[in-house]
């Protein structure tokens, strides 16, 4: 008889285990998946899985109401992203991987670059507190081709390869999943 309030307390709590691993495990929240959905709907640039991913592994995501608290959220990670990517940068700066000043020109260029992505996304996040959902499409827009500026100064030079290829990659889509949601939250036609 001692065993079997035990074995309900034990039943219960792994019940609750399993619908807490099941829902960050098998899916996220319905406003998650439609939004994903909408947003990468007419998108090429973006897809359902890759929105789901970065928006499914975060914690404020997953209690978001709203599409603007989705928005909030994907620029917060969009934040992180280029914070990783100039640390990566930094890295790469440092080791000397890069064997020509052309190349460590570049490299200065793409930090330059980023860092003036990390403030236009806080003046983003700022507008969309405030409803100006316009203003933070102009900020978010404005750092879409920070990947593409960055690889463009190594193409430009025969010979020399962006090291960082992977990580612009990573960064454009995680712009083009915040202007969506944006865009999204602010009915905004561009």
Request: hydrophobic fraction near 40%; aromatic fraction near 8%.
């Amino acid at each position: 008889m001692g065993l079997f309030p035990f074995f309900s307390f034990s039943l219960f709590t792994i019940c609750i285990i399993f619908s807490s691993l099941q829902n960050s495990i098998l899916g996220c929240s319905d406003l998650i998946k439609q939004s994903c959905k909408n947003a990468t709907n007419d998108d090429p640039n973006s897809t359902y899985d890759f929105c789901i991913k970065i928006l499914g592994e975060n914690p404020k995501s997953n209690k978001a109401k709203t599409i603007e608290e989705l928005a909030l959220a994907t620029i917060d990670l969009t934040i992180c992203n280029a914070t990783k990517v100039v640390s990566t940068i930094s890295k790469v700066m440092r080791s000397k991987v890069l064997k020509t000043s052309y190349g460590n020109a570049c490299l200065k260029d793409c930090l330059s670059i980023y860092s003036d992505a990390i403030s236009a996304l806080r003046e983003a996040k700022r507008a969309i507190r405030i409803k100006d959902f316009k203003r933070a499409s102009i900020e978010i827009s404005s750092t879409v081709d920070a990947p593409s500026t960055c690889e463009d100064g190594f193409n430009e030079a025969q010979g020399e390869v962006c090291p960082i290829s992977k990580e612009n990659n990573l960064f454009f889509q995680h712009t083009v999943v915040s202007l969506a949601f944006n865009n999204m939250d602010g009915h905004i036609g561009l």
